[in-house]
């Protein structure tokens, strides 16, 4: 199995600091995507990167950025939190032989203060 | 119009129900479609995948209908163990995915 860490499971932080949320993947698969899960709303894709150093962004990318300088780590970025920005963050991983699959961390609640 | 809908329930039913849950989604060019399991506090994790032919895995039977663009998971026998919520999800294409907001279900002893 596929094994999808996150840096923190929970996170509390004060408006307008700047925010690292790290997701590392041990298997070596290309594709990797940050998405945030609210009440109501279900997942919605932040960015993604099918490679290292490249990023897409998906359909909420205000306010956030992505790194990915390693095959296996991918960030997420909070330029500035905002209290809107409070949410459950999950990175999940897809193979690009088997694209049926995504593998996701167990998640991070982060609370904006 | 969301792009993937779900009843956000919560279905309450007794063990050894039979429990239905549907999805609909809005894009017809929509290529793959998926349910996912999601306990409490917990990440998703993928149920099975859903195929034109429709598809069972023990208790559990996907059915797709492209023509009225809905999915439906069907879950026989209902244990306490299945309690979760279930998503929807739809891909669009290359890696896209969309997520339904979810179906939360309890099973009751």
């Known amino acids: 199995d596929v094994k999808v860490t996150q840096s923190s499971r929970y996170l509390v932080k004060r408006t307008g600091e700047k925010v690292f949320l790290e997701c590392v993947q041990d298997?070596?698969?290309?594709?990797m995507f940050w998405y945030r899960q609210d009440p109501g709303l279900g997942l919605r894709l932040i960015y993604f990167?099918?490679?290292?150093?490249?990023?897409e962004k998906g359909d909420i990318p205000e306010g956030y950025s992505v790194s990915r300088e390693k095959k296996e780590r991918f960030s997420l970025i909070l330029e500035s939190a905002s209290t809107n920005q409070t949410s459950m963050y999950l990175c999940?991983?897809?193979?690009?032989?088997?694209?049926?699959?995504?593998?996701f961390g167990p998640g991070t609640r982060l609370l904006v203060l | 119009r969301k792009e993937v809908e779900q009843d956000p329930g919560p279905f309450n039913v007794p063990e050894g129900a039979t429990v239905a849950f549907n999805c609909t989604y809005s894009n017809s060019a929509s290529q793959s479609f998926f349910w996912y399991r999601q306990d409490c506090r917990k990440e998703p994790k993928l149920l099975m995948s859903?195929?034109?032919s429709g598809n069972e895995d023990g208790r559990f039977t996907a059915q797709l209908n492209r023509a009225s663009q809905y999915i439906s998971l069907l879950i026989r026998d209902s244990k306490l163990s299945d309690s979760a919520t279930y998503l929807c999800v739809v891909g669009t294409g290359g890696f896209k995915t969309i997520f339904g907001a979810g179906t939360r279900l309890f099973v009751k002893a």
């Open positions: 999940a991983v897809i193979s690009a032989g088997d694209q049926e699959t995504q593998y």
């Open positions: 298997m070596d698969h290309e594709n």
């Open positions: 859903v195929y034109s």
């Open positions: 990167s099918y490679d290292v150093k490249m990023k």
